[in-house]
């Protein structure tokens, strides 16, 4: 790869490229990030638990808002508990990691007494309720079912082909290409909001998925997208 001696002050940064220009902060962070990262065959088998979270839109649709959001608070309190369990119990613990460990990021499955980490399905979980909470029904279902497909692509192709980095993150074009073909796409067969809306909402989920923070994916982009269409439906009434 041919580099320039000039400072590089675009947006993407080559996966092969080492950038002394980084600042400390953003350098450590998305250094960690990297250390975080499992192998990229369980990382297709957790987008594939992931998308077992799709019975998720499927099964609350039929029950309606009131009765769903009941059933998804219980089992977020669930998932919680869980949590907490496996930060404090030993055996609890090694129950979980001797069964889901390949599938889990390293501080997903941290030292019992160590700090209190949610799992990547806590957070699915959570953030299904979150939406289900605050928005309209079809704006919560259409919101969740498209972030997990689109995150499902985003993860498979920015692991396996992606090579052009956002900088200051893990995050590849590649990926954030894959996440606004198949998210739009997902919003299109769902056919409740205009096109435009459609682009716009996943347009800004793709960008929310770039950073590593604030708050986990799982739930940052999601919702993101909800208020997306929420404010677009409401300015265009």
């Known amino acids: 790869m041919t580099r320039s001696n000039e400072p590089n002050t675009g947006v993407f940064a080559s996966s092969e490229e080492v950038s002394p220009r980084r ?4 350098e450590s962070a ?3 990030e990297e250390r975080h990262e499992i192998p990229y065959s369980d990382e297709l088998k957790r987008k594939a638990l992931h998308l077992l979270a799709l019975i998720i839109p499927l099964g609350i649709w039929p029950i309606g808002k009131t009765l769903a959001a009941i059933i998804l608070g219980a089992l977020a309190a669930v998932a919680l508990a869980a949590d907490f369990f496996r930060a404090r119990s030993r055996r609890f613990s090694a129950a979980i990691c001797r069964y889901f460990e390949f599938m889990m990021r390293p501080e997903e ?7 209190f980490v949610l799992n990547g399905a806590t957070w699915v979980i959570l953030s299904s309720a979150l939406l289900v909470a605050i928005f309209p029904l079809e704006i919560a279902v259409s919101s969740f079912t498209t972030f997990m497909i689109a995150d499902a692509a985003a993860a498979i192709v920015g692991r396996g082909v992606g090579r052009l980095r956002w900088r200051h993150s893990t995050r590849t074009v590649e990926g954030s290409s894959a996440f606004l ?12 909001t205009p096109l435009w809306i ?4 996943v347009l800004a989920g793709a960008a929310a998925e770039i950073p590593s923070r604030p708050l986990n994916d799982n739930i940052r982009v999601p919702v993101v997208i909800a208020i997306v269409i929420y404010v677009s439906q409401y300015l265009s009434a």
């Open 109 to 115: 499955c941290s030292p019992v007494g160590g700090p």
């Open 23 to 26: 600042s400390a902060g953003a």
């Open 198 to 201: 459609s682009i716009l909402a």
């Open 181 to 192: 073909l198949v998210g739009l796409a997902v919003m299109l067969l769902f056919g409740w």
């Open 30 to 32: 998305a250094t960690s």
